[in-house]
């Protein structure tokens, strides 16, 4: 069973906390500080797998958990750190952020890897913070936290070309007869179910290229009707379309042959850009070559007649996909502002972006937030009176008390920070 789009959801590890301990030994009074570090967080990373073809793994939204680091101990010991959990996807892998539609990873290789949730750091134990002006500090980190996401993972099949079409044109038996897919066939739509893969070998040296074969579409396909909506996401990494059109007589070929192209068109990934070889198919059938006459009449060009009873002309049509696809260059399947790319910060640009912002919820309550603020703030260990003094002292530093003067601020009022709260005093 092909399973081709999941929702999973991944949670990283939170980096174990810092230590604050002070050596004790019976013959050496000032040991001094030896609080370790943190361990880090587990990651979770996704690897491309080209044994892997179906994301069925995944059928149930289902969460991807890594463990938290140990916190650090006494004795300078540091924290163990979480193990990286590695999951395995198929090639072709779009690995999407839900909530924001960014492009976290395309996965088209062979062992590629994508961390989609990084593991927090480990915290500085006190040992970390001793200096010649500060020889015994009573303050660590805490970890940093792990990160949580709901992700979409979508299968686009790797392949050069497609075959597409009506249903009962031919494109399984066609695939059956120049590969080794051994593809169902049978006289009755929609028997192939799910998209299939095979190899075509030109046998004129190392020439080879992957040949699709897509699910038959209908028209409203691209609107939900039928199998089409469900693979017409496969066509997007093809370079090339074949496109297989019955001259049986029981469609008008030309009028088939504009409906798949429309759905193409309305599918809106341009797919309708891609190089299109059209193959006239069943033309062993009694008035095909008149049906064929007057199709190629209406296209303005020759299409490619072929039969697959007697097997004609299919060695030239595969030569002739195999030449277009070597020429054709990839299609990109997202636009670059629709991936989520690392940021590079600048202190000329970022400059006048605030680390703080103070919002009046209550005529007594005054509330501080904003990135920069509260991710130190979960950093310092509060449960030491060291830690509190450094927290007042950074937000000092910040402007945070002149801020709140200026907001209105009286003695005896409730500021907050995430869930810690102070009176403010003058």
Do not use: W
């Amino acid at each position: 069973m092909l399973l081709d789009k999941a929702i999973i959801e991944v949670r990283s590890g939170k980096g174990g906390d810092g230590s604050i301990s002070f050596h004790r030994e019976k013959n050496v009074p000032k040991g001094g500080p030896d609080g370790g570090n943190g361990g880090k967080g587990g990651s979770i990373i996704l690897v491309a797998r080209k044994n892997v073809n179906t994301l069925l793994a995944y059928r149930h939204s289902r969460a991807l958990i890594a463990s938290d680091g140990e916190d650090g101990d006494k004795c300078l010991r540091a924290g163990k750190g979480a193990p990286d959990l590695y999951f395995d996807v198929p090639c072709g892998t779009l690995v999407m952020e839900e909530a924001t539609g960014l492009i976290i990873a395309d996965l088209k290789e062979d062992g590629q890897e994508a961390i989609v949730a990084k593991g927090g750091r480990g915290g500085r134990g006190n040992a970390s913070f001793k200096s010649a002006r500060h020889r015994l500090p009573k303050i660590a980190q805490n970890g940093h936290p792990g990160e949580r996401k709901r992700l979409i993972l979508e299968l686009k099949l790797l392949a050069d070309a497609a075959l597409i079409g009506f249903p009962s044109v031919g494109k399984s038996t066609l695939l059956n007869i120049v590969t080794k897919a051994s593809v169902p066939t049978a006289d009755y739509p929609f028997t192939t179910l799910e998209p299939n893969l095979g190899v075509v070998d030109i046998k004129t040296g190392d020439e080879s290229f992957v040949l699709a074969d897509m699910p038959g579409l209908i028209e409203g396909a691209s609107q939900g009707k039928g199998l089409g909506i469900a693979f017409l996401r496969h066509i997007e990494r093809c370079r090339v379309l074949v496109h297989m059109v019955s001259m049986s007589g029981e469609k008008d070929p030309y009028e088939a042959y504009l409906a798949i192209n429309n759905e193409l068109k309305l599918y809106k990934a341009d797919l309708e850009k891609r190089p299109q070889i059209v193959v006239a198919s069943m033309m062993d059938m009694d008035g095909a070559k008149e049906r064929k006459a007057e199709f190629d009449k209406k296209l303005g060009f020759e299409s490619i007649g072929i039969s697959a009873l007697t097997e004609d002309n299919v060695i030239p049509l595969m030569r002739k996909v195999y030449e277009l696809v070597q020429k054709t260059p990839e299609f990109p399947l997202y636009k670059e502002e629709e991936t989520a790319a690392y940021k590079v910060y600048d202190a000329r640009s970022d400059s006048s972006k605030k680390p703080f912002v103070i919002s009046r919820p209550g005529e007594h309550h005054f509330v501080i937030s904003g990135e920069e603020v509260e991710s130190y703030y979960r950093l310092i260990n509060l449960s030491t009176d060291a830690g509190v003094t450094a927290l007042i002292a950074y937000l000092d530093k910040l402007g945070v008390e002149q801020a709140l003067k200026e907001k209105g601020a009286k003695e005896g009022d409730i500021v907050s920070l995430l869930d810690f709260d102070f009176e403010y005093s003058e």
